[in-house]
């Protein structure tokens, strides 16, 4: 049964990289708790401000701006993009440099284009700024890999949803807040439409630039520390437990980690961190700690501890099996859910126009509310899978969502509801289902080339931006058909997912992430 206490008191951690065995998220003066918050806090902001353009933009903004139909959804795929570059880069800029300073930056340099929205006046002046704010998007990879480094493998997947749920549901929080802010400012301010809505993107601007200052000031980049000295910190770790050992980081192939334990000194085809045991003259400890056995904590040495990746060494990870399946679970569910999120509002006006552009707003945001319960459930059940099924049960509760969720897309475009009730509840149904997958993905990246997680969470990122940019394209050229595309995307996801199915959830021999 779950222990209430687990959600406020001091973790136990893991020995060697000082992992948390569970979540403090009620407790921010702890130094995980901490860490948890400024994780999905940071990606919640980023979220909002990322996305504080739809909820005006199909009324207010096109308006002001005498944007066409083609005009709005090119803004949409040009923002996504943006953060598919970001996304890219930022995952080896999270092995290098450590995912704080890489989210940190990723949040200012978003900040500046949002302060900047009041300058556009033209539809190439919307392209151009929804490109730069589109930096916000990539703030996901470094969220879930500081994510990954705090947190250990029996509790990570619900970490890692939990703090992309929290994140996501900014994406809803935006169609409650951008036109609550656009009407308070035009009934309360006297402001004009053409002024109010520019007013208002300063608002996340500050939020932004407040919470990147805050993470850099208040949370570490590791458990153990310094980014640069965390090789140093799981040797003296393991020093202190009767294993002593050098940390060699040379370069080398981050794939080749087979052969661990068997390395010769003259061997530099691999970075290895090579430990030996010794007899413990006098083993220490730290409080809090989780009793592991000695094989179990050299693997954890050897096989999870980060390395800095060079091009030659990305490449193998990148093109992996095991990361295919990520990303194209990832391409559909997140995918899914980006194009998803852009049209919504504009839908629920289309099929109901009494709503309005609030009321459409307001209902579109349940969508990614939702985030906050079901992107949670989907990494809670593949951790309460794991210990019964391994990672098998893990892969297996990804493409088993990702059908139902197929089904419910498919339900909703060939029926096309126009009952209100209908509607809203089979989007809802698609939502849960949905947005599970993107918790259930992110379960498993941590076990996946956990040496090289900056990576494989850079990838897997960006294949869900990928994704959003496939369906948004899909979208723009069907006009105002959304149904068609709704059931298009649920038979591309069923396809892809089964297609997927048979490969192995991790590489054969590898040493970590089991």
């Not at 589109?134 to 250990?152: A, E, H, R």
């Not at 437990?241 to 068997?262: E, N, Q």
């Not at 056995?293 to 099996?321: C, H, N, W, Y």
Request: hydrophobic share 45%; aromatic share 12%.
């Amino acid at each position: 049964m779950f222990d209430l206490n687990l959600l406020y008191k001091a973790p136990e951690v893991n020995p060697v990289n000082r992992k948390a065995r569970s979540i403090p998220g009620l407790n921010p003066v702890n130094l995980y708790g901490r860490v948890f918050f400024f994780s999905w806090f940071g990606f919640l902001i980023a979220f909002w401000s990322w996305y504080a353009f739809p909820p005006l933009l199909y009324v207010t903004i096109a308006k002001d701006l005498n944007l066409t139909q083609a005009d709005i959804a090119n803004s949409n795929i040009i923002a996504l993009t943006a953060t598919l570059l970001v996304r890219l880069v930022a995952g080896p800029a999270c092995d290098r440099f450590g995912p704080r300073w890489t989210f940190a930056g990723c949040l200012l340099a978003g900040a500046i284009p949002t302060a900047l929205a009041g300058a556009v006046y033209s539809a190439s002046g919307l392209f151009a700024l929804r490109f730069f704010v589109g930096i916000l998007g990539g703030s996901f990879v470094p969220c879930q890999v500081w994510s990954t480094g705090f947190f250990d493998k029996n509790v990570v997947g619900t970490a890692n949803a939990l703090t992309g749920g929290f994140g996501n549901a900014g994406g809803g929080i935006t169609y409650f807040l951008m036109p609550a802010i656009f009407d308070s400012l035009v009934a309360n301010q006297g402001l004009t439409p053409h002024v109010a809505w520019r007013v208002t993107f300063i608002v996340p601007f500050i939020c932004i630039t407040v919470t990147a200052i805050g993470m850099l000031i208040l949370c570490p980049d590791t458990p153990t520390g310094k980014w640069s000295e965390r090789h140093l910190a799981v040797q003296q770790n393991l020093a202190v437990h009767g294993i002593s050992g050098a940390v060699v980081d040379v370069p080398g192939d981050l794939t080749d980690k087979s052969t661990a334990g068997t390395d010769s000194p003259s061997d530099s085809s691999e970075k290895k961190l090579g430990f030996e045991a010794v007899e413990p003259k006098q083993v220490g400890g730290f409080a809090h700690e989780v009793q592991i056995g000695e094989q179990q904590m050299l693997d954890t040495a050897r096989g999870e501890v980060v390395v800095k990746p060079t091009f030659r060494e990305a490449l193998p990870v990148i093109f992996s099996l095991q990361t295919l399946v990520l990303g194209g679970g990832y391409f559909c569910s997140f995918g899914g859910e980006l194009a998803i999120n852009s049209i919504l509002g504009s839908y629920y006006q289309k099929n109901f126009p009494t709503l309005g552009q609030t009321g459409a707003g307001n209902w579109a945001a349940m969508f990614g509310l939702l985030n906050v319960v079901f992107r949670p459930l989907g990494g809670v059940v593949s951790d309460l899978i794991y210990p019964h099924a391994g990672v098998w049960g893990k892969k297996i509760w990804i493409h088993g969502v990702a059908v139902v969720t197929g089904v419910f897309l498919i339900a909703i475009g060939l029926s096309d509801p126009k009952d209100q009730n209908t509607m809203f509840g089979l989007i809802a149904g698609m939502a849960c289902f949905l947005e599970a997958g993107n918790g259930a993905n992110f379960g498993l990246v941590p076990h996946v080339h956990p040496h090289a997680n900056g990576i494989v969470s850079g990838v897997t990122g960006a294949s869900g931006n990928l994704g959003g940019i496939v369906f948004a394209i899909i979208f723009r050229y069907n006009h105002k058909d959304y149904a068609k595309v709704f059931w298009i995307i649920g038979v591309m996801t069923i396809a892809i997912n089964l297609s997927l199915s048979w490969i192995r959830p991790i590489p054969r021999g590898q040493i970590g992430g089991r």
